[in-house]
């Protein structure tokens, strides 16, 4: 999922880099000292799934976990998506002028992941927890799928190809975040509820 430095063209790094620090920057002016830990606690989980890779076929793919960070991060869920991609670009995974875009095609998902899981509130079913945890984890991997498509679309024809093929490797990852989403807002809704509860502030 992470876009290598020298694939974007200039205008594609600029725009990625002006948005994201546009969209973090005011996400920044607006943190309080009580979401810290917070933050901190989802940059770790996401930075330690996405670095570990899982071979399928000729190439491997990772655990993003967006989703999950999105339901717990709610409307902050772009910051430690942020950090955590530019501590893995610091270590060398990942580009390093490509992080704006990069922040972008795995931070937005976070938004629509977080917003479909709140509708689970609003349906008395068994097991809605976990429905609800799945299509969020399994949704935000879709949408960044389209994201990086259309990014790697706008940067040539010849990257086309490799769109589709990291489209392909990562279906079944989908189904595997939909679950482990799934299971772990299902566990927190027991142990820890509050943590599901996100501030909108």
């Known amino acids: 999922m992470h876009i290598s430095d020298g694939v974007l063209p200039l205008q594609e790094l600029a725009a990625g880099g002006l948005g994201t620090v546009a969209l973090a920057g005011g996400l920044l002016m607006r943190l309080d000292a009580q979401k810290i830990p917070r933050v901190a606690f989802c940059a770790s989980f996401f930075f330690v799934a996405s670095i570990v890779p899982i071979p399928i076929g000729p190439t491997s793919v990772h655990l993003l976990l967006v989703g999950l960070v999105g339901i717990i991060m709610g409307p902050w869920a772009f910051l430690p998506i942020l950090f955590g ?116 502030a």
Do not use: C, H
Request: charge should be positive.
């Open 85 to 200: 991609l530019a501590l893995q670009a610091l270590l060398g995974y990942g580009g390093k002028t490509s992080l704006g875009v990069n922040a972008l095609v795995m931070g937005l998902p976070a938004y629509p992941a977080y917003y479909l899981f709140r509708l689970e509130k609003r349906v008395r079913l068994r097991g809605s927890t976990f429905i609800f945890g799945f299509l969020a984890g399994a949704g935000a991997v879709a949408v960044a799928l389209a994201l990086l498509k259309f990014v790697l679309s706008m940067a040539g024809e010849e990257f086309i190809g490799v769109a589709w093929a990291v489209v392909v490797a990562y279906i079944p990852v989908a189904i595997v975040e939909g679950l482990v989403t799934g299971f772990a807002v299902s566990l927190l809704k027991k142990v820890n509820p509050q943590i599901l509860e996100p501030s909108d």
